[in-house]
Every structure is written in structure tokens, then in C-alpha cells.
């Protein structure tokens, strides 16, 4: 064999051995490229949002009434049951989760009784509050009053953006006070806008869906 010829053959040995894959290479075909998956988020909270829905048992009730704190606690009559029964039938939470504490306290006059009944979820705008009447005589709860703050703090800049896009002409001037979400209603929320952003003071109520993102009443206050 010539030089020459050798001199080739040796280069060409050298390049084929250069280009085998190399075992410590991350590309190596001995075995896969490993890559790391980002861990998936948490979803956003969203206005339109779960169901409401009713998470509580009559026995729940019954022991938050036996444990309550409340100044003079809950009447004796009222701790059954049948009305243990009826209160947890009208309490509904944004989500259905029950609240991280069931807070309940109550009195009686000559002829009817009332139960007030509040809980404030984790990271919430605010507490949910029921207003109850009770006829111990035949266990009925009739829901006086709701004021519902019980869903997420994040959802408030949202629901003001809504309101910026369905009734601009109507909030001008005004400051978002709060909001509450309602019961039966999936979505919808009642957005109140005062002046000096105070609760108290004039301003309007829009009434307002979250999921199609319309006005669906307003008046003045």
C-alpha cells in the first residue's frame, strides 16, 4: 500500500471515530433525552366560577349551634334536628366547600326566633352572612337576609372590568365598594359602586353576568 493510500485510510478511521456518539452527551443515542416538565399551574379563578351549591348536614349545624361562641349562643328550642335540618338547607356557599368555620348565633321573642349565620372562606373578599327566622313551633327557617362576600379577593379587579365594559356611563364618578355573589344564580353578581367608594353613600347597584359578561339591571341608591 502506498503512503499516500495509508495516510487516507488512517484520516478516515479518525473522523469515523470522532463522530460516534459519545455516552456523556446528553444527545447520545445510548439512552433518551431527559426534559424537564413544568409543573401545571393552578387554573385562574374565574367570576362565572363553580355552582353554588348547599355543603352542609343538619348534624353539622346542629353542633356548630351547640359550640357557638356567640354572645348568649343559641337558644335551647332551636337546637333540634328538624331546624338543624332546615338552616342547612338555605346555606350555600360560592363554591359548595363549607366554610373553614361555621359561626352561629341566635334569640328568641314572645312568638318567633332568628339565627344569624356566618362563615368566611379562605382568601375571600369578605364573610357570608345569613339572616335567618325561625318558628320553633314547626321548625320553618324563612331566609330574612343574605349578604355574600364568601368568593375569591382575585375576582374583584375582574368584576370591575366588567363593569367598566357593560355600564361605563352609569359607574362615571363612582368607586367600586364590593360585591356579592348570588345563591341561585351561577355567575351573577351584585356590584355596588358609591361615591367615595363607602357603602354608605349614593351611588348604583349593577346587577351583572359574569359568564356572558352583560348588565342585567342597575339602579340608583
Partial sequence: MALR???ALLLMLVLAACSMPN??????SLGPTRTAT???????????????????????VLQAMRDSRRPGGVPAELQTDEIAA?????????NGDPWPV???????????CSLEVAGTPSNAAGADLYLLSVDPATAAVTVESSDLHGY?????????????????????????????????????????YRSGGEEGSPGVDLLIDAASRTLLDHHAV
Fill in 5 to 7: 493510500d495509508l495516510a
Fill in 23 to 28: 455516552a456523556s452527551s446528553p444527545g447520545s
Fill in 38 to 60: 413544568p409543573a401545571p399551574s393552578a387554573p385562574e379563578a374565574t367570576p362565572s366560577g363553580p355552582m353554588p351549591a348547599r355543603p352542609y348536614a343538619g348534624a353539622a
Fill in 86 to 94: 332546615a338552616v342547612a338547607n338555605e346555606l350555600w356557599t360560592w
Fill in 102 to 112: 361555621l359561626v352561629i348565633g341566635g334569640s328568641c321573642g314572645p312568638s318567633s
Fill in 152 to 192: 375569591p379577593a382575585q375576582l374583584n379587579a375582574q368584576l370591575q372590568a366588567i363593569a367598566k365594559d357593560v355600564a361605563p356611563d352609569a359607574i362615571e364618578g363612582l368607586r367600586f365598594a364590593s360585591a356579592q355573589w348570588l345563591p341561585t344564580d351561577a355567575g351573577q353578581y351584585l356590584v355596588a
